[in-house]
């Protein structure tokens, strides 16, 4: 290969590595940003419900299902979809989130033991608890820096989550039930707001009457 000919080929890996973080990979793998953002938003939707104490239901044990299948299996697959798309960001997003729905299931399952061992100490229960969601709020607000230049509804649906683990864990160790209600409707706003990006990934242009912007940001090009 002459020298001229390795310089061509060395500057189309450079832009290439340039631009791969800005636009997906060509890929015949259709885009799982809706199923992930949808599967997120209604699971979120149901427990914020619960949270705030809507209809009088103050026993969170109905979203086992939905946690485990819709916002932890279904977003979880999304999550392993957007890794061979080359989308590093909804790939972390969504496979974690999905990990966090599994997770929280498993909490509230009785066969599980792990509520079963905290009888009689319900102070402890709710500081492990808290620690477990003050976890969650730190790991989403690195996720929010990871979005400051994508798009102004993504760092909405995560400055407002970030927002809901930080009530709900101090909700949790203080055993304040506003606190929680509170979480419970920052909670209700997130999912909301995932159902918004999750419908505008849903209308794909040429195929859609209408779109729903996300507010790009515009990135400026470094050479």
Not at 171 to 180: K, P
Not at 194 to 203: D, H, K, N, Q, V
Request: charged fraction near 10%; glycine fraction near 12%; hydrophobic fraction near 50%.
């Amino acid at each position: 290969m002459s020298d001229t000919e390795k310089g061509t080929s060395n500057q189309h890996v450079q832009n290439y590595d340039r631009q791969s973080h800005l636009a997906p990979r060509p890929t015949r793998i259709a885009n799982p940003g809706a199923l992930g953002l949808f599967s997120f938003a209604s699971t979120t939707f149901i427990l914020s419900l619960y949270n705030v104490g809507a209809r009088g239901v103050a026993a969170p044990n109905v979203v086992v299902g939905m946690a485990c299948f819709t916002g932890g299996l279904a977003q979880f697959l999304a999550g392993m979809w957007e890794f061979p798309r080359g989308n590093v960001f909804g790939a972390t997003a969504f496979t974690s989130y999905g990990a966090f729905w599994m997770s929280y299931a498993t909490i509230l399952i009785p066969n599980s033991g792990i509520l079963a061992a905290y009888d009689g100490q319900p102070d402890e229960l709710n500081q492990a608890l808290g620690i477990y969601l003050i976890t969650w709020f730190v790991f989403t607000v690195l996720l929010l820096l990871g979005a400051l230049r994508r798009n102004l509804s993504f760092i909405a649906l995560l400055f407002f989550l970030s927002i809901t683990f930080l009530l709900l864990a101090v909700g949790t160790w203080s055993s304040q039930a506003n606190v929680t209600k509170a979480g419970g409707g920052f909670g209700i706003l997130t999912a909301w707001i995932a159902y918004y990006c999750g419908l505008s990934e849903l209308l794909v242009k040429g195929e859609s009457w209408f779109g729903l912007p996300l507010g790009t940001i515009k990135q400026e090009r470094v050479d």
